[in-house]
Structure formats: structure tokens, C-alpha cells
């Protein structure tokens, strides 16, 4: 049974950190690309950032150089390093495993349940 569990979400200041977790379970970890996608009240889920096996990772615009996605594969757990964090990150994230050629949001087939995380000003 896959299981996708997130940890780490808060309520925080702009301009401060947080650090996301997600631990992976009933499946091989390496045979498949990591990824958070966050969703805001009203809004369509968004793809922030992913890693793949070998560690090769991208991002989206808008946490290009604030966040950093990272993993440890011996504890099969995936994390996001938050920083310098704005009011407009406020969301749901989701931690999601897909195909190693996963790329839209339907191509993710586990997700997790979601951790919330408020940025105040």
C-alpha cells in the first residue's frame, strides 16, 4: 500500500522559513520522480518543484531561488526547504510520486494528504 505522508507545514511570517517532509512507503522509491505541487483556496494545483532519481530538479518560477527540494533516499523521505517565504505561498502543498516521465499533474500517480502552510505580513 503506498503511502505519501507530509509533515512540517505552519503558520510563519514573510520573509521566514519552513521545512516540508514527506515520507514514502510501499513502493520503490527511486523508480519514481518526487514532486510538491501546492493549491490555494480557489486556484488550480500547482507544480513546484521536483527531483528525480539521481537528484536533478526543477522548479517553478515562483520559488525559483527560495525553495529547494531535496530527498534522502536511504529514508525514502522527500523534503522542501522554504525560505524568505511570501504571503502569496500561503497553500495546501502536496508531496506526489509519478512515472520518471511524469510532467503534468495527471501523469502523478500517489499523492499524500497535504500540509498547510500560512504566510503572514
Do not use: H
Not at 528525480?52 to 523521505?77: E, L
Amino acid at each position: 500500500q503506498v503511502q505519501l505522508v507530509e509533515s512540517g507545514g505552519g503558520s510563519v511570517q514573510a520573509g521566514g522559513s519552513l521545512r516540508l517532509s514527506c515520507s514514502a512507503s510501499g513502493y520503490t522509491y527511486s523508480d519514481y520522480l518526487m514532486a510538491w505541487f501546492r493549491q490555494a483556496p480557489g486556484k488550480e494545483r500547482l507544480r513546484v518543484a521536483t527531483i528525480n532519481n539521481v537528484g536533478y530538479t526543477t522548479y517553478a518560477s515562483f520559488v525559483k531561488g527560495r525553495f529547494t527540494i531535496f530527498q534522502d533516499n536511504a529514508k525514502n523521505t522527500l523534503y522542501l526547504q522554504m525560505n524568505s517565504l511570501k504571503p502569496e505561498d500561503t497553500a495546501m502543498y502536496y508531496c506526489a510520486a509519478g512515472p520518471r516521465n511524469s510532467y503534468y499533474i495527471g501523469d502523478f500517480n500517489y499523492w499524500g494528504q497535504g500540509t498547510q502552510v500560512t504566510v503572514s505580513t
